[in-house]
């Protein structure tokens, strides 16, 4: 049975990344590239939000989401809280997750009962460029993520 499982995980996870290429190599424009990326986050990880924020040396941007219009200004400062400040400095995705009597702390996740965070940056050349953040009201809502890659788009062509 866990060989099967293994299994099951491996094709999903493939059929994650041909989709991301599909994407990249698609000739649609990079804006509708970073919304149809996060449609394709959404439904591969199940989460209940995702972001793409980004960074331009001085202010952060949302490019997509699905955050309440109300929370999008705390969201898209998010890598300045404390909980992600060091992970966005340093480059290191970290997961955050609480029980079901708890949420998480940062700024907007008390009020959207937060119990589970994925927060990865975003970096090309060693310069950040901002993250990408996945969330949702479910405790340990992303266990099932074997582990997050640094998300470095300079190895890219």
Do not use: C
Not at 28 to 38: H, M, P, R, S, Y
Not at 91 to 110: D, H, I
């Amino acid at each position: 049975m866990d060989y099967y499982s293994v299994i099951s995980t491996n094709l999903e996870s493939m059929n994650i990344v041909q989709k991301m290429f599909e994407l990249t190599t698609s000739s649609v424009t990079a804006d509708e590239k970073i919304l149809a990326l996060n449609n394709i986050i959404l439904e591969a990880y199940g989460a209940k939000y995702s972001t793409i924020s980004l960074y331009d040396g001085n202010t952060y941007e949302i490019r997509t989401t699905n955050v309440e219009k109300e929370y999008k200004d705390s969201i898209a400062k998010i890598a300045e809280e404390n909980e992600f400040k060091a992970n966005a400095t340093k480059n290191v995705s970290k997961y955050l997750t609480t029980s079901a009597a708890k949420t998480l702390s940062y700024r907007s996740a008390v009020e959207r009962n937060i119990r589970s965070a994925m927060f990865s940056p975003i970096y090309h050349a060693n310069t950040y460029l901002g993250f990408w953040l996945l969330e949702d009201d479910a405790e340990n809502a992303f266990d099932a993520i074997s582990t997050v890659a640094k998300i470095d788009i300079s190895k890219r062509k």
